[in-house]
């Protein structure tokens, strides 16, 4: 496996030096989706969606291109899609994808990887790239790394 671009090692160290200084939830996803999105192509969006008590997917937090998609119910698009089937999708091309919703017309590919503590989905992390088939199996591996990071902080 290639060598990640993102260092999920150096996020999560950073999300548990911030949860130990008391941030808040909210605080901690930004955190995630800004040091993620930072480290360049191609991650060029990154959205933290939480799961709610009314199973929709509720936009806490962003880096990128602003999206009208800030409540998704679990099923509607490829990031509800994720939580109905409890699994992570790696959409290579998003315009074959006849339920994507686009968040931005220069997206080409999508991650979407669960959030999990245990059997419980508590949210996800949404990468929109502009690359084709942006995200390798190293990225996937890095993203989910923050992913489970994030799921003993939150
Ligand atoms: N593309 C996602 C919607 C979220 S926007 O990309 C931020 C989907 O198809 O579910």
Redesign the pocket.
């Known amino acids: 496996m290639n060598k990640a671009v993102l260092n999920s090692a150096s996020v999560a160290r950073a999300l548990h030096a911030a949860f130990c200084r008391d941030a808040s939830r909210q605080e901690l996803l930004q955190l995630a989706a800004t040091k993620i999105r930072a480290s360049g192509s191609p991650y060029t ?1 990154v ?1 933290m ?1 939480m799961l709610n008590d009314s199973n929709e997917l509720v ?1 806490e937090a ?1 880096d990128g ?1 602003p ?1 009208e ?1 800030d409540r ?1 119910l679990v099923g ?6 994720a939580v109905q089937e409890g699994r992570d999708l790696n959409i290579r091309d ?1 315009s074959a ?1 006849s ?6 017309t220069e ?1 080409q590919s ?1 991650l ?1 990887v669960l959030i999990r503590r245990n059997d419980d989905v508590l949210g996800q992390i ?1 990468v ?1 790239s502009d690359e084709p088939a942006g995200f390798d199996d190293a990225e996937e591996t890095a993203v989910r790394k923050v992913a489970d990071a994030l799921a003993t902080l939150l």
Do not use: M, N, W
């Not at 509607?76 to 899609?81: A, E, K």
């Open positions: 969006g959205y969606y936009l962003f291109t999206t998609h998704i509607q698009g490829i990031c509800g899609r998003v994808d339920g994507y919703l686009a968040c931005s997206t999508e979407v949404d929109d």
